[in-house]
């Protein structure tokens, strides 16, 4: 039995720190497994709004990144 690719889906927010300069932040990350990096990207998206309570990922962050989770040896 062929298992599915897992990924790992990083919620990054752009905010701005005391001294002005921003800094980006991973507000979640969360790991999928998924047939590939867009259907990944799309189950993170409802599970961050499940874990967050919002009805829409944007609203807590700005950007999403996906990333292979099993690197090959």
Same mark, same amino acid.
């Given at each position: #039995? *062929? @298992? *599915?690719?897992?990924?790992? #889906?990083?919620? *990054? @927010?752009?905010?701005?720190?005391?001294?002005?300069?921003?800094?980006e932040i991973c507000q979640r990350f969360i790991e999928v497994d998924a047939p590939n990096q867009c259907s990944a990207a799309e189950l993170a998206k409802t599970k961050f709004c499940e874990a967050e309570r919002l009805k829409d990922w944007s609203i807590h962050a700005d950007r999403f990144c996906v990333l292979d989770a099993e690197f090959p040896s």
């Open positions: #039995v *062929m @298992k *599915m690719p897992r990924y790992i #889906v990083r919620f *990054m @927010k752009t905010v701005s720190g005391d001294n002005g300069r921003e800094a």
